[in-house]
């Protein structure tokens, strides 16, 4: 099976984050709890996935006006 060329880069974004998500709960670790720290993940990731959907329902609905979204 041959993978897309794109599978390799994507395969190294994935690495570099968990990298970054490991060092960071190597610092916060000692000073939260694993509740704690499953609390602010996902309050980043919600926040994240929000703001993408935003400006993907403002694309879907306005194509690339300038108009603010909700107006007509």
């Not at 994507?10 to 610092?27: C, G, N, P, T």
């Not at 709890?33 to 996935?49: A, H, I, P």
């Amino acid at each position: 099976m041959q993978l897309h060329e794109r599978e390799k880069m994507v395969r190294q974004a994935e690495i570099d984050l968990s990298e970054k998500m490991l060092d960071w709960m190597r610092e916060w670790s000692s000073k939260l709890t694993e509740g704690e720290e499953l609390k602010v993940v996902q309050k980043e990731l919600n926040r994240f996935v929000a703001s993408t959907a935003k400006y993907m329902i403002r694309r879907e609905r306005h194509g690339d006006e300038d108009k603010p979204g909700g107006l007509a």
